[in-house]
């Protein structure tokens, strides 16, 4: 008897997935939300009712409330890297509410890699007991669905991704046209060039990817057309990418 479609339709349907963009799903009076257009994901499993907050900010009580208007429960965060719009803080003098803001209420562990964690506690307004620091190819579990972290430096020190069930959360690493700013403290344009070609070659054509930000029309594609029209794949040398984008 073949079982794998079958097997496949219920994991599917056992699994909670939203794409939450800040300004528009929630925080929709924070005139940086609005500014900023993050994404917030929450990954989880409807099963156990279980859930992963990725990147939290501007409104965490928000989120919260979204997750428990679904019949879910934040057990988790997970951070992509230290930056306020992704874990709260200050922004050119703005303060941004985030993971500390989202810690007053629920107490659970921030996923974060271990390179970005003197980062975070400087930013987030944190401490280093508050996150679980990870080395790339760890794993995070959520009910019955398994989360991998892939360290993809170059945005920050500790910059990460995060494969599930056939998505690809790229955070600043990756958008749909371009990548991460490599210009801030703890930027490496060498190291983003090393993370887009060689570290996320790993991830296959068909693998949906959902940034951190709505910079282009789409909120997602598959990763095959990310390849073929993000500009940051064009050069074909390292060189010749640092002589395009590392500045």
Not at 61 to 69: C, H, I, N, R, S
Not at 95 to 118: F, K, M, N, S, Y
């Amino acid at each position: 008897m073949a079982t794998g479609a079958p097997a496949q339709e219920a994991a599917r349907d056992r699994r909670y997935f939203r794409q939450l963009l800040a300004g528009r799903d929630f925080a929709r009076h924070d005139d940086v939300a609005r500014q900023m257009v993050n994404f917030v994901y929450a990954v989880g499993d409807r099963e156990t009712g279980e859930a992963l907050l990725v990147d939290p900010a501007y409104a965490p009580g928000e989120l919260l409330d979204l997750l428990a208007g679904d019949g879910m429960r934040c057990t988790g965060v997970l951070a992509t890297h230290y930056h306020a719009d992704h874990v709260g803080g200050s922004l050119a003098g703005w303060t941004i509410d985030g993971v500390a803001t989202l810690l007053e209420r629920v107490q659970v562990p921030v996923h974060v890699q271990r390179a970005e964690v003197p980062w975070i506690v400087r930013a987030a307004g944190v401490t280093a007991e508050d996150l679980v620091a990870h080395d790339s190819g760890d794993d995070v579990a959520v009910g019955g669905l398994s989360v991998t972290l892939l360290h993809t430096p170059g945005h920050t020190p500790g910059s990460q991704c995060f494969l599930v069930d056939g998505a690809l959360l790229s955070g600043d690493t990756l958008f749909l046209d371009g990548c991460g700013r490599t210009d801030l403290p703890g930027s490496d344009p060498a190291a983003m060039y090393e993370s887009l070609t060689t570290r996320l070659a790993q991830v296959p054509d068909g693998t949906v990817v959902y940034p951190g930000h709505q910079y282009a029309p789409e909120p997602s594609a598959p990763m095959g057309a990310v390849r073929r029209s993000n500009v940051c794949f064009r050069p074909r040398s390292a060189e010749e990418w640092l002589a395009a984008f590392g500045r």
